[in-house]
């Protein structure tokens, strides 16, 4: 089945500067990626997804790519504000229908003011 | 309209005890999934149904696990003989189709104490 792995599991960065968290995926037929926000207590919210036929796509000051040959997708937050820390969990699916998402361990994001 | 429900809120049981766990998806949903967040620890998935079918179990921890949705709405997740090892905030997510690109919405979770 599929594996995903999440690095780094912590990140604290200053205000305005990048945040960058990576994941990497075992099954190649994984084709759907979506990464959710978790706050502390509150449920998991989609923030971005990424399908396979998309190397890139950005929202705002969010985006995400996909190196498909190397089984590989990252986030990248730009201008980081104290309200974006939380914990970021990636994700990976390899079924169009039967969806057992796999989940990364997650990466506790900390935006220092 | 309402969101993804999840009751109880808290439970604390004794280890050997069984528990049932409720789940109220978003309306016209038709997908719903369990999860286990273990603290600090990712999202462990345990059970999809589409409709009122499962046609993956195999994330069940145990045979101790079991889940059920009736009339393509409410699920329970039912843990019987609950050992300290299930403590965890169990978490329902429901999409309007299984197709994975449906965004799943998640419930506040169950968190799980198990003495």
């Known amino acids: 089945g599929e594996n995903v792995e999440q690095h780094p599991s912590t990140l604290s960065v200053q205000e305005g500067d990048s945040a960058v968290i990576k994941c990497t995926y075992s099954?190649?037929?994984?084709?759907?990626f979506p990464w959710y926000k978790q706050e502390l207590g509150k449920r998991p919210q989609l923030i971005i997804d990424i399908r396979s036929n998309v190397g890139e796509k950005k929202d705002q000051r969010i985006a995400v790519t996909l190196n498909k040959t190397a089984k590989h997708f990252s986030l990248h937050i730009t201008e980081t504000q104290p309200e974006d820390s939380a914990v970021y969990f990636c994700?990976?699916?390899?079924?169009?229908?039967?969806?057992?998402?796999?989940f990364g361990a997650g990466t506790r994001l900390t935006v220092k003011p | 309209g309402a969101g993804v429900s999840q009751s109880p809120s808290n439970k604390v049981t004794e280890k050997g005890k069984d528990v049932e766990l409720r789940c109220d998806p978003i309306s016209g949903h038709t997908a719903l999934y369990w999860y286990r967040q273990s603290l600090g620890q990712g999202l462990e998935f345990l059970i999809y149904?589409?409709?009122?079918?499962?046609?993956?179990k195999s994330g069940l921890p145990s045979d101790r696990f079991s889940a059920e949705r009736t009339g393509g709405s409410v699920s329970t997740l039912t843990i019987q003989r609950t050992q300290q090892e299930d403590s965890a905030v169990y978490l329902c997510?429901?999409?309007?189709?299984?197709?994975?690109?449906?965004?799943?919405?998640f419930g506040p979770g169950t968190r799980l104490t198990v003495l």
């Open positions: 994700a990976a699916s390899p079924r169009e229908v039967d969806n057992d998402m796999r």
């Open positions: 997510a429901s999409s309007l189709t299984s197709f994975k690109e449906d965004t799943q919405y």
């Open positions: 149904f589409q409709g009122n079918s499962a046609p993956d």
């Open positions: 099954d190649s037929a994984s084709n759907y």
